[in-house]
């Protein structure tokens, strides 16, 4: 019997030849086989890749190469790539172009905007003039007893802004302490047409003051300059600030429609009081009445030198000197009048003569002119109103 049939071998003898393909034929394989030895065997690989089933059901012993991982591009090819790379950073720079223009577009128009602004504010600050009437009304009507500086002043001023050819008017107030210098000096401030062109300098501490005659040259319309309490100041700072107003006087590009300087000093004032008191005593209307021309002689007499117009004249640059007079009692009573109604405080005759009684004054003699202006008498009410809030 047959492994895989039922006929014997004597069978298929009877029937002819022997089919070799037949599954009878492997019956003698079987008989015949043996395991192939080790030199025979085909080695094979655990990750061999076909690529055909042929391949995969081949007996020849020779190994299959592997496919590249990298595909092999020919001459055609790199040429596409580089050109696509080329007209990439083509576009990329063409990109980058754009917004740079775009920037600096935007850039040019925000400073031509800019400068049309600024050409504009300063074409409006220069069109502002200095208003000498209500310059006159302020001083008239704060200053009490000041008729003589009012009018040098007012007068400067006119004379100033009627010359094109003058750019810098120097107004020294001096006198007595308390007449009123320094607040003139803020009552110009106020009135200034372009407030953002005033600079203050505190004479006891000048700083730095090197930048301020460039800060005038670029300022479009008027500007005030104010040296508050020039005899705070040593010798090193009166010609520190000397040097100053040379710089703007002499500063050739400057947009500024003029530059005003007011410095204040008490330098002087003894004379001045002297002089009052002795024309007092042969008329008390005599106070009304003097001059500047006989106060500027009585200071050459003495030979009174006034901060700043010696060095200053010898530079050619002319200085005018306002004299500030004494006030007399009646003065400092409309000053304790006028602050007691700024203050809403109700107050008698009777309570502002007690204030004026405690004011100390020049001549045991004749006393009429105060020591003192209105800043004490400011204090003396305070403690007057202080005293009957206690009780």
């Given amino acids: 019997m047959s492994l895989y049939g039922a006929q014997s071998d004597h069978s298929s003898q009877r029937t002819g ?20 030895g080790e030199e025979l065997r085909p080695k094979l690989s655990g990750k061999r890749k076909y690529s055909t089933f042929d391949e995969a059901i081949s007996d020849d012993d020779e190994m299959v190469a592997k496919r590249p991982k990298t595909p092999e591009y020919d001459d055609d090819v790199e040429t ?16 980058i172009c754009f917004k740079l223009l775009i920037l600096i577009i935007f850039v040019a128009t925000s400073l031509l905007c800019f400068a049309t602004y600024k050409n504009w504010q300063c074409s409006h600050n220069r069109s502002q003039p200095l208003n000498i009437e209500q310059i006159a009304g302020q001083l008239s009507s704060n200053l009490f007893g000041q008729q003589l500086a009012t009018s040098e002043i007012v007068s400067s001023l006119h004379t100033f802004t009627q010359s094109p050819q003058s750019s ?25 047409p372009v407030q953002s062109n005033t600079h203050y300098v505190t004479c006891s501490m000048p700083g ?22 020039l005899d705070s100041a040593d010798e090193a700072a009166v010609d520190m600030l000397e040097k100053l107003i040379i710089s703007i006087h002499n500063e050739p590009n400057s947009k500024s429609n003029g530059t005003i300087v007011v410095a204040t000093t008490s330098s002087g004032g003894n004379s001045v009081n002297k002089l009052l008191l002795k024309m007092s005593k042969k008329s008390l209307a005599s106070r009304d009445s003097v001059t500047s021309e006989e106060i500027l002689s009585v200071l050459s007499a003495d030979q009174v030198d006034i901060p700043l117009h010696r060095t200053l004249t010898g530079h050619n640059i002319p200085v005018k000197l306002v004299p500030f007079l004494p006030l007399t009692r009646e003065h400092l009573r409309m000053c ?21 009684d405690q004011v100390q004054y020049f001549s045991k003699e004749l006393p009429i002119f105060a020591k003192t202006g209105c800043k004490q008498i400011s204090a003396k009410l305070d403690q007057m109103m202080g005293a009957n809030l206690d009780l």
């Avoid at 019956?27 to 192939?36: A, F, G, I, T």
């Avoid at 596409?80 to 990109?95: A, D, I």
């Avoid at 007691?340 to 007690?354: L, N």
């Fill in 17 to 36: 030849a022997l089919d070799t393909m037949s599954l009878h034929s492997l019956d003698s394989h079987l008989l015949n086989w043996s395991p192939l």
């Fill in 80 to 95: 596409s790539s580089e050109g696509s790379q080329f007209m990439n950073f083509v576009k990329k720079t063409l990109r």
């Fill in 168 to 192: 810098l008017l120097i107004l020294v107030l001096f006198g007595w302490l308390g007449s009123g210098k320094t607040h003139t000096a803020n009552l110009l401030s106020s009135l200034l």
């Fill in 208 to 229: 730095s003051v090197a930048g301020i005659p460039s800060q005038i040259a670029r300022s479009c319309g008027y500007s005030l300059l104010v040296l508050d309490d």
């Fill in 336 to 356: 304790a009048t006028r602050l007691a109604t700024g203050q809403g405080i109700k107050i008698s005759d009777m309570q502002v003569t007690m204030i004026l």
